[in-house]
């Protein structure tokens, strides 16, 4: 009687990823303003999960609302500037 085996896949050691590469890390600090933004937009939203928003609170939200907008706006013309090769 013959016994047949599975054989085992050949296991390969995948190289060790040394973290986010130069050009990472550029486009992290490119999207630093819109992140942040985004932050505080969360912040003012969680300051009002568990009461009615105040006056205060509603200005609050939308600051950080047009904050965004602004940061997403600056973020797509240099983003449209850098890929044009820089003319405007």
Known sequence: MKHIAALPAPVTALPVDGGPTAAE????????PLILAGVDLLDAQIMTLDRTPTELDQ??????????????????????T???????
């Open 82 to 88: 850098v890929q044009s090769g820089g003319a405007a």
């Open 59 to 80: 200005q609050r939200i939308r600051r950080a609302r047009r904050k965004i907008l602004a940061a997403r706006r600056d973020l797509t013309n240099r983003t449209l």
């Open 25 to 32: 890390l550029d486009a992290i600090e490119l999207e630093m």
